[in-house]
């Protein structure tokens, strides 16, 4: 076993200041040194334990105290669909994020996960030694940690009341002591921001991106779009990598009730289904003769992402013009902004998630700021403001 303590601090709430605290929670020694290593690179957090199994996390959680932790998946003693439930039951507001190999069976752990409290999950490489994998993995993983991390601290400084002035404390001296950056700076407020009006043009379709917190969101929000999917088509792009991406649109089919599948090449675009980018290609439409088809793309990544968002909403313009809703969901990044202003400047209309209601206000923070939306709504508000847009209400 290896443990690495960063300090003790008193349990229950997270710190609002100072380095982000990770418990790192893998049977696999070479996974837990690549993921401290990465860590440690990082100004703004810091390795809180490297533990072996989810026994050791649940009973050492209360002298640990991190803010985050990367949970595996399969471990020995208590795995981490099983540890997940007692760490949440111990520290209410402990990130988790579930780290697992791309198997079906993963894919479907991790799915319960999230139902479970899980923040996030991410795929782990099969072999560490394909570079590409292993920069994707480190990218992706310390951006989650990053930005759940922040959004976790702007929630406890909103929670926390204000301290009253005290006298300074006698400054630590310290040769080793690293600085301490602020997580990144929160976007505007959803409330402040404009938008504007709703384009004059009825939608022939309905696009979908979303990314961090996306599938929950998902699920959610096509419960309530049933009468929208029996008349015209709904096109998602989820940042997923494969095999997720199968599970999802299982998980799409049983919570709208209609037909809802991975895209494939070439296959005509129709009302009644829901068409869902598969995880490693990029989404987009385009036309056999009159009608439209999908055309899936293996090209490089898009704003770090593989399918994109902006593929499909920017393609989407040559098919239907102006006649486009599109709706951008919780996540992280920028990726929906580029291609909704595009779709703006067609004639259709975008909506993007509040700060509130998204697990990460990225993506349609980034729409918001832009300028581009007609509409900011909670997510239980989506489904209904889609509906009447669908149904002829312009406003």
Not at 266 to 294: F, N
């Amino acid at each position: 076993m290896s443990v690495a303590f960063a300090g003790n601090s008193t349990m229950g709430t997270s710190r609002e200041t100072g380095p982000l605290r990770v418990m790192i929670v893998d049977d696999s020694v070479v996974i837990r040194g690549l993921i401290s290593r990465w860590i440690g690179a990082e100004h703004d957090m810091e390795v809180a334990a490297s533990l072996r199994t989810g026994l050791e996390a649940v009973n050492q959680l209360d002298r640990i105290n991190p803010d985050v932790a990367v949970l595996d998946i399969e471990m020995p003693e208590l795995d981490g669909l099983s540890a997940l439930p007692q760490l949440l039951a111990k520290k209410r507001d402990l990130v988790i994020i579930m780290a697992s190999t791309l198997t079906r069976r993963n894919a479907e752990i991790s799915f319960k996960a999230l139902s479970l409290g899980a923040a996030d999950y991410i795929p782990k490489p099969e072999s560490t030694r394909e570079a590409s994998a292993a920069d994707i993995f480190h990218h992706d993983l310390i951006q989650k940690i990053r930005h759940l991390g922040a959004r976790l601290r702007r929630k406890s400084a909103v929670a926390s009341p204000p301290l009253a002035p005290a006298s300074p404390a006698p400054v630590a001296r310290s040769p080793v002591a690293r600085p301490a950056a602020p997580a990144p700076a929160p976007a505007p407020s959803s409330g402040s921001v404009s938008t504007r009006p709703f384009s004059t043009q009825a939608p022939k379709v309905l696009l979908i991106g979303s990314s961090t917190g996306g599938p929950q969101a998902l699920m959610s929000l096509v419960t309530e779009l049933g009468a929208v999917i029996d008349r015209f088509p709904v096109l998602i792009t989820q940042h997923m990598p494969p095999t997720f991406t199968t599970i999802l649109a299982e998980h799409l089919a049983r919570s709208s009730r209609r037909p809802a599948a991975e895209a494939v090449d070439g296959e005509p675009v129709k009302p009644g289904r829901i068409y869902l980018a598969p995880g490693g290609k990029h989404m987009r439409v385009t036309r056999s003769g009159a009608d439209p088809v999908i055309a899936l793309d293996d090209g490089p990544a898009v704003n770090f992402c593989k399918p994109a968002v902006d593929p499909l909403f920017t393609s989407a313009i040559d098919v239907w013009h102006g006649n486009i809703l599109s709706v951008i969901l919780t996540g992280m990044g920028s990726d929906g902004m580029r291609g909704g202003k595009d779709i703006v400047a067609a004639g259709g209309s975008v909506i993007a998630q509040d700060e509130a209601s998204s697990v990460v206000w990225g993506m349609p923070g980034a729409a918001a700021n832009a300028g581009i939306c007609a509409a900011i709504l909670p997510l239980n508000q989506i489904g209904a403001k889609v509906n009447r847009l669908f149904a002829g209400d312009r406003s």
